[in-house]
């Protein structure tokens, strides 16, 4: 079963969001403190201005041959010893994965936009599996059982004393105190108790290279590479629009990410080129040193190339997943990810809703875009998301995709 957009119950949803006076604070913060974080960073390096440029430009390039770009990230992802797969759809990706994990397995992900398309976590837990969230925003939400409600920052609308009652009430756990560093620390002796005795580690990527099969992932909480090191066999979904010709290209594109997310320097880029291995003996090499033995990578299509085609929705693939367009968004900062579908939410979200999901409700959710351009601006890789949002309201008017 795919998942499904219903504008209606998304309005209502915005209502009760737009009544709640914590997620309202909240919201207001966390836009103020992104945009203050970027710009001095901006301020401060100016060279960060200037590889955004390029990694339009890198981006601009790899869409245009995606095709080609997947074939060659196939060949290199084989010559690195992982195991490639192309999944078109949902169903394509979830029945691969759910082959590889089978069941009454421990399971850990690590935060991916590309995991919740194919609402993964239910799925494999359907399949009869145990699975946690080790991202410490996503494992709140995962308690919450809510969507996330940013790309950076899925907990954005969490209290500390939400935090608390969540740890309490759903896995009898005691806080000592009352503090962020107390939840934090709680939350990361439950999930470390997961993490070691995990049997499949779950990652998402912040871009792949074509010509090495290399998956580069960024982050600050360290969760990613326990989860990509520790389990013997781990699995990457990497959504196609995510390939780029070389890993220096992917090494670029994660530090742009981390810069326009208002985190800069990361505290961590993680670069895997196959499964661990060792030839210490004889000069052998054998696969399943310290860390995983297998490493299978799932190429996630679910309507990206039938995007490529359309000159408008195409221009959404050079997305780097920075979340800046939310943060800058007024219509955002006042629904969170509430404004969406069931995965993305604001602007950017919009617009990956109706490449993934629906163009035709996403269309209607359009409607609520101020067409002020302030997402525009703020794009680090200058995708026009108003000329798209406008472009998706005329699809819901007339009921179908119209040539441009
Ligand atoms: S559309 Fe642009 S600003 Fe928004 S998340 Fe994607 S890259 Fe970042």
């Given at each position: 079963m795919t998942l499904k957009l219903d504008s209606l119950r998304a309005l209502d949803e915005i209502y009760k969001a737009l009544d709640d006076n914590i997620l309202q604070a909240a919201l207001s913060r966390a836009s103020y403190n992104n945009q203050v974080k970027v710009t001095e960073i901006l301020a401060s390096r100016p060279e960060i201005a200037s590889l955004a440029i390029e990694v339009r430009e890198i981006k601009r390039r790899s869409i245009m041959k995606l095709e080609e770009l997947i074939d060659q990230a196939i060949s290199s992802l084989k010559a690195a010893k992982a195991n490639p797969y192309y999944a078109s759809s949902v169903e394509d990706a979830r029945s691969i994965i759910g082959r590889i994990v089978g069941s009454n397995k421990l399971v850990i992900l690590s935060k991916s936009m590309a995991a919740a398309e194919l609402d993964l976590r239910s799925y494999l837990e359907s399949q009869g599996n145990e699975v946690w969230e080790t991202d410490l925003g996503e494992f709140l939400i995962q308690l919450e059982g809510v969507k996330p409600m940013?790309?950076?920052?899925?907990?954005?609308?969490?209290?500390r004393e939400k935090a608390l009652i969540l740890l309490k009430g759903k896995l009898k756990i005691d806080v000592k105190e009352d503090t962020i560093e107390s939840i934090a620390n709680t939350a990361r002796e439950f999930l470390r108790s997961k993490i070691i005795r995990a049997d499949i580690g779950i990652t998402g990527a912040n871009a792949l290279a074509a010509d090495t099969g290399t998956i580069v992932t960024v982050e600050n909480e360290s969760n990613i590479r326990l989860v990509s090191s520790i389990p013997p066999v781990t699995i990457a979904i990497v959504p196609i629009d995510k390939i780029v010709p070389t890993l220096l290209d992917a090494v670029k594109v994660a530090i742009i990410q981390a810069a326009y997310a208002?985190?800069?320097?990361?505290?961590y880029i993680n670069i895997v080129t196959g499964p661990s291995s060792t030839a210490?003996?004889?000069q052998t090499r054998v696969y399943g040193?310290?860390?995983?033995k297998e490493l299978h990578v799932i190429l996630l299509d679910n309507g990206r190339l039938n995007a490529k085609s359309n000159p408008l929705l195409g221009?959404?693939?050079?997305?780097?997943?920075?979340?800046r367009c939310s943060f800058e968004c007024p219509v955002w900062v006042h629904t969170a990810n509430y404004w969406g579908g069931p995965v993305y939410g604001g602007p950017m979200g919009i617009i990956w809703t109706a490449i993934t999901i629906d163009p035709i409700e996403a269309g209607k959710l359009a409607y609520l875009c101020l067409q002020c351009g302030r997402c525009d601006e703020s794009c680090p890789v200058g995708i026009r998301l108003s000329y798209i949002l406008r472009y998706l309201k005329t699809i819901a008017i007339s009921g179908s995709m119209s040539k441009l």
């Open positions: 940013h790309t950076i920052a899925p907990a954005v609308h969490m209290t208002g985190l800069y320097p990361p505290t210490d003996i004889e040193a310290q860390g995983p221009e959404q693939l050079y997305c780097i997943r920075c979340g």
